[in-house]
């Protein structure tokens, strides 16, 4: 019963990541892609998070509080940028 | 019991999973960058807490660790999504027919207002 | 690896190869090409999660996605002023 419903979470992230892909390749302007960015690290962090499950192996949820840093210090990075040049 | 916890563990990872699915239609859907932002930031903030506590449901000795990622993302999300949307705002990306209210684009109209004199 | 967890690792392959072509694209901004090398290396530190090995995930994490990208969007805001981004 709860395989089936990890199964069926997967594959309603994937279709969740697909979606936002699209958006990451079609958004006419550079807050778009960001944004589609800002979807697509917080989607994978639930992908490492069911990852972890899938293995067993409680190591991988430090990698996916690295994940989360990295992506957090991305997203403000390039806002700051776009926004006035660093 | 511990099987009542894995259902309960596995339907909470679905419906966050399923909230991220939404997100993601709306990201898809909406019509311009500021709708879109709300779309993907609080659907995906939402979902991603409710995955991890599903996943604590499901193994119970990995919580402390899923606690601090889930506390380390309902601080950060919105901070990024707030950092976004200014930075949009002051790029000038171009609102769609259908957003009517702007509240920053009246506060700072009411600055140079107050300003001037 | 279960079938789940080989999905997983081709839609991050197709992903990465889309956002590597995306990051080649001459006709953008140049801070979305940066971003989209970025991605490529997150999504690469998942790939060798998947591939059991998560020091080198998150050493990829930190260096290829964190401080590559910082290092990129800091010397460009540096150097900026004379051509268009």
């Not at chain 2, 991220?20 to 990201?27: Q, R, V």
Request: hydrophobic residues 55%; aromatic residues 6%.
């Amino acid at each position: 019963m709860a395989d089936v419903l990890v199964y069926l979470a997967a594959t309603l992230a994937g279709v969740a990541f697909v979606l936002a892909l699209i958006r990451f390749i079609l958004g006419p302007s550079s807050a778009d892609r960001i944004i589609a960015f800002d979807s697509l690290t917080i989607i994978s962090i639930t992908g490492i998070v069911l990852v972890a499950l899938a293995e067993g192996r409680g190591i991988y949820l430090d990698v996916a509080l690295v994940y989360a840093l990295l992506s957090f210090l991305g997203v403000i990075v390039v806002a700051r940028y776009i926004e006035r040049g660093f | 019991m511990s099987s009542l916890l894995a259902v309960v563990g596995g339907i909470l990872l679905v419906g966050g999973t399923a909230f991220l699915l939404f997100g993601a239609i709306g990201l898809v859907r909406m019509p311009d960058a500021y709708n879109r932002l709300q779309a993907g930031t609080k659907t995906t903030t939402l979902g991603t807490l409710l995955s991890l506590a599903g996943v604590a449901c499901l193994h119970p000795e990995w919580a402390l660790k899923l606690l601090l990622i889930g506390i380390f993302l309902l601080f950060t999300n919105p901070l990024s999504s707030q950092v976004l949307a200014r930075a949009a705002h002051r790029i000038g990306v171009k609102k769609a027919p259908q957003t009517v209210v702007d509240r920053l684009e009246e506060d700072l109209a009411e600055k140079d207002l107050g300003a001037r004199p | 690896m279960t079938p789940m967890l080989i999905g997983m690792s081709l839609l991050l392959a197709v992903t990465m190869v889309v956002a590597g072509v995306l990051a080649t694209r001459p006709s953008q901004a140049l801070s979305i090409s940066i971003l989209a090398a970025g991605l490529v290396s997150l999504l690469a530190s998942v790939q060798f999660l998947l591939l059991a090995a998560p020091d080198v995930a998150m050493t990829e994490a930190a260096i290829g996605s964190g401080l590559t990208t910082f290092l990129f969007f800091f010397v460009l805001g540096r150097i900026r002023g004379g051509d268009r981004d």
